[in-house]
């Protein structure tokens, strides 16, 4: 059972649109974080939000996560082809271990 | 730094084989974990550990073993291989400061297993 809710599935674009990635879940999370996969390798982390209505940017991405703390949701301004890869977002929901999404297949077509 | 490793990359095994899978990490962090990913089921939690000779279970550890003898090494081990074990296998590590963990995970780069 995921306890973390990522949507779309699957999301593919033009080079230069704007894209949104949404992670819900019902239970409320320490902090959430966001990864990047790209084929045959291991997730990477992006940033980590803490904080309720805490929002973080990272060059064309803005992280925001919910004043709840159960949700959260990536944007990418003006994508690129680099951006493409499967996000992945995660949730700590106690001090050892993550709850992972199935993760959003994310293609920007040049 | 290497970060983390895992050896092998890539194993084909038959029904009822058994296999070690080695991770290593030359971080120093105290957590490590075993992950398995498949298709639209994102990543789930086998075992982990939280120090030196201690396991627990995840969420899915049925038909698996593990063991941490040092530190720097987290062994995931099948001992009757199941085709429904055909899956990437990832392990991490995350670290903790001042007591407190910070649940960031530094992934290795895959093994992919089948089993036949």
């Known amino acids: 059972t995921q306890l973390l809710e990522q949507s779309p599935q699957f999301l593919s674009i033009q080079e230069g649109e704007n894209l949104t990635v949404y992670c819900n879940s019902s239970s409320v999370f320490s902090s959430l974080q966001w990864y990047r996969q790209e084929p045959g390798e291991g997730p990477v982390l992006l940033v980590t939000?803490?904080?309720?209505?805490e929002v973080k940017k990272l060059k064309r991405l803005t992280f925001q996560f919910g004043d709840a703390r159960k949700d959260s949701s990536l944007h990418i301004t003006a994508a690129q082809p680099g951006d493409t890869g499967l996000y992945l977002c995660a949730g700590a929901w106690n001090d050892y271990k993550l709850s992972f999404g199935a993760g959003t297949t994310v293609t920007v077509r040049a | 730094n290497a970060g983390v490793t895992q050896t092998p990359k890539f194993r084909v095994l038959k029904t009822g084989q058994s296999m070690t899978l080695l991770c290593a990490q030359d971080m120093n962090h105290e957590y490590m974990y075993w992950y398995r990913q498949d298709p639209g089921m994102g990543l789930r939690l086998i075992h982990y550990s939280v120090g030196e000779g201690t396991t627990a279970k995840g969420e899915v550890p049925d038909g698996y073993n593990v063991s941490r003898l040092k530190k720097q090494n987290f062994l995931l081990g099948l001992e009757s291989a199941a085709p429904s074990q055909t899956s990437v296998y990832f392990c991490a590590s995350s670290y903790s400061y001042r007591g407190r963990s910070y649940n960031e995970q530094f992934f290795g780069p895959g093994t992919r297993l089948t089993v036949l």
């Open positions: 939000v803490v904080t309720g209505g």
